[in-house]
């Protein structure tokens, strides 16, 4: 009998899809949703005007608030057995910092990743959503985030090739702690999973599988 809920974790680039998945599967699930911080960030609108200069500010607030996300959620919901589906895995800081930070910030951020990581709950289940460049840039300007109107296509570009090398099969093991999650990887470049009832099913049905296979619950029971 397992002693703690089901953790689901949704990753992949900007602009993939992952909090619109998110709803969904807890829609099905009735899990605990949870959301990563993203406009509250005071230096976001500045860092994608200038990256450089607001780089280290940018991922520092983002690191130490989703920090006490996962302490509060394996405290209050994890722990009492309950599931949660995340739109984000804190490995991200990691993949957004490796491109954003110089070799000596991103030498020193990574320490203190690691101290702080090494206690946060870790998912079960990550669903990493992969989508072309074109997809991305596309859903990114019809969302018309006010701070992601300039979004440059290369940072993109480049941010993808990072998440493709932190997920791959052989590299995997190097950043996540303790035993690996399972991975469901889904190019949804043609996917439309809020729409169309059969691609969302897809999804589903490989969530479901693999929640069924480490003995927790897959589906609301009321």
């Known amino acids: 009998m397992r002693k703690k809920g089901i953790f689901i974790a949704i990753e992949g680039p900007i602009g993939a899809g992952k909090t619109t998945l998110a709803n969904l599967l807890n829609d099905h699930l009735c899990y605990t ?7 509250e960030n005071p230096f976001l609108s500045k860092f994608y005007t200038d990256i450089k200069e607001y780089a280290l500010q940018t991922e520092a607030f983002f690191l130490f608030n989703r920090v006490k996300q996962l302490e509060d959620v394996n405290k209050n919901i994890l722990s009492k ?15 957004f910092a490796g491109i954003t930070l110089d070799n000596n910030q991103f030498h020193r951020y990574k320490q203190v990743y690691n101290i702080f990581v090494n206690d946060l ?8 959503l992969n989508s072309n460049t074109d997809v991305l840039m596309r859903r990114i300007a019809c969302r018309d985030r006010s701070f992601e109107r300039q979004m440059d296509r290369n ?10 090398y932190y997920f ?3 590299s995997i093991k190097h950043n ?32 479901e599988k693999a929640i069924s296979s480490l003995g927790g619950n897959s589906e609301c029971s009321n």
């Open 33 to 39: 949703l949870l959301r990563e911080i993203v406009e």
């Open 81 to 95: 057995c309950k599931g949660v589906v995340s739109d984000y895995h804190i490995v991200k800081n990691l993949i």
């Open 121 to 128: 709950p870790q998912p079960d289940i990550v669903i990493y």
């Open 155 to 164: 940072y993109i570009d480049n941010l993808r090739n990072e998440y493709k």
């Open 168 to 170: 791959n099969p052989l």
């Open 176 to 207: 996540f702690t303790g035993k690996g999650p399972i991975i469901i990887e889904i190019d949804n470049s043609n996917l439309d999973f809020l729409n169309n009832k059969s691609d969302r099913k897809y999804i589903i049905d490989k969530v």
